[in-house]
């Protein structure tokens, strides 16, 4: 494995673990009583289970992994800019940005720069 592809790599698993303690302490300690909508039960299966399925596969270098997580990241940069225009929520918002931002990058180079290069046919 190149040492380019191992850094993006490390990138995703950065913001894949950033993003699930993110979700776990915002909404187990510092969310606001005043901005829950849903219980904390469904919040919680809502964001982690899409990081739990696709845990594995980025640690353990998967392409089509790395493929699927830099979509599945893309579901949290909406919600992020949705809590960051939310009042009492702003924090979280720009921290589920950044850590959802560092995990598409990763994922997206990872898988970039590991895919099987197919030869042209003539």
Known sequence: MKIQ???WQITAIIGLVGLFFLIIIWNA???PSETQVLARPIEFAIFLLPLAFLT???FAGSTATHAYTSFTSLFYVSFGFWYLFTPL???YGAA???FSFLMYLG???YARQT???VPKSK
């Open 96 to 98: 589920m940005l950044f």
């Open 107 to 109: 994922s997206f180079m």
């Open 29 to 31: 300690w510092l969310a």
């Open 56 to 58: 594995k596969g980025v």
């Open 115 to 117: 895919m099987v290069k």
């Open 5 to 7: 592809s191992r850094t």
């Open 89 to 91: 929520e702003e924090i």
